[in-house]
């Protein structure tokens, strides 16, 4: 069992849970999965209660001329994809953090009555942990790659100006990468660029502000896509 209907709220909810760390449906690619789940959507999503959901909805969008060509299978209903039956839960957050309280269950058992026994092997296989811990040395920074699409106000805007304004902003963690113009109708084209940030020292949401700063050249941004690295 995978997704249902997206008629009430608990469908979007699942699909946003779903979207939360993934660009796709199914894989690292527009691909029928995608279209099957867009095409099930009676509306996009609201970008307040569900942002994965609507970032999600947003760039399938612009595929939508491409529908027919996109690999996968047609034939397939949209809830042959999502989670599966174990992982569904009446609310997905809830289910999170049962997983997080799981997780957390390392060092023996977590009960509120615990004996003297218990709490000793606890603490053995605590500062076992820890030993291990300090012996791998510190881990690598957490990085992800963004790509971000930046809209234009309409035909006449200078995009040279505009990437250059983007590319100006500087951020601990921010490296800009490759770029290209998008055409969006109307002979509008939107910038779709590449980033790699450095998850704990930028935000994304701060990132996207300084850049509509730029009210002479930039109307919105949206992120198309993120993959942890």
Same mark, same amino acid.
């Given at each position: 069992m995978g997704f249902t209907d997206f008629v009430s709220d608990a469908g979007f909810t699942l699909l946003n849970h779903w979207l939360t760390t993934r660009s796709y449906i199914h894989g690292y690619s527009p691909s029928q999965a995608d279209v099957v789940t867009f095409k099930a959507l009676k509306?996009?999503?609201t970008p307040a209660k569900f942002p994965h959901a609507y970032?999600?909805?947003k760039h399938i969008a612009t595929y939508e001329s491409e529908f027919s060509s996109l690999p996968g299978d047609p034939s397939k209903p949209h809830t042959s994809y999502g989670? +599966?039956?174990s992982a569904i839960a009446v609310h997905p957050a809830k289910a999170a953090a049962k997983d997080d309280d799981d997780d957390m269950d390392l060092f023996g058992?977590? +009960?509120e009555e615990e004996d003297a026994e218990a709490v000793r092997i606890r603490e053995k296989n605590l500062e076992e942990y820890r030993? *291990? *811990?300090?012996?791998k040395g510190a881990k690598p920074a957490a990085k992800s790659m963004v790509t971000m699409d930046i809209k234009p106000w309409d035909d006449e805007t200078d995009m040279k100006e505009l990437e250059a304004n983007v590319r100006v902003i500087e951020m601990d963690g921010l490296i800009w990468s490759a770029? *290209?113009?998008v055409p969006v109708g109307f002979g509008i084209k939107k910038l779709q660029i590449n980033l790699v940030v450095e +998850? +704990? *020292?930028v935000s994304i949401d701060e990132l996207q502000a300084k850049i509509e700063e730029d009210e002479d050249h930039v109307q919105s941004t949206d992120i198309a896509a993120m993959q942890k690295l």
């Open positions: 509306g996009e999503p970032r999600w909805y989670p +599966d039956a058992s977590s +009960d030993k *291990k *811990k300090a012996a770029s *290209k113009l +998850d +704990d *020292k």
